[in-house]
């Protein structure tokens, strides 16, 4: 197992929310990028969070890739569909994009359980 998925998200919640004491503004302007994507309603959230996860595994964000999976999951991804985004990935992205979609697929399904 490449990381303990499930463990890993609540730790970095939990990281999240201290960072955001340091620095509320910061934090506040974060959470406004997301939601200014989803405010449109152009791409559904199942669409952003594949589109999300095709991202963190080219920018090799182990967080991002279980953060995303989580919401993939929670916005009504198949696997399949998160394996599509992922050969996207790949093909833009060849040999360390192969290596993070399978870590991607280890957290989607440990996620899953």
């Avoid at 959470?31 to 969070?49: H, M, Q, Y």
């Avoid at 009504?76 to 992205?93: F, H, K, M, Q």
Wanted: aromatic share 6%; proline share 2%.
């Amino acid at each position: 197992m490449f990381n303990n998925w499930s463990e890993m998200l609540p730790t970095i919640q939990k990281a999240f929310g201290g960072l955001g004491k340091s620095n509320p503004k910061m934090v506040k302007a974060y959470l406004a990028l997301g939601e200014a994507c989803a405010e449109n309603d152009v791409l559904d959230a199942k669409t952003r969070e594949l589109i999300s996860i095709a991202v963190a595994v080219t920018t090799r964000c182990d967080g991002c890739i279980a953060a995303h999976a989580d919401a993939a999951i929670k916005a009504g991804a198949s696997r399949e569909e998160v394996a599509a985004a992922l050969a996207t990935a790949i093909s833009l992205n060849a040999g360390a994009a192969y290596i993070y979609s399978l870590r991607t697929l280890e957290a989607y399904d440990s996620l899953k359980k």
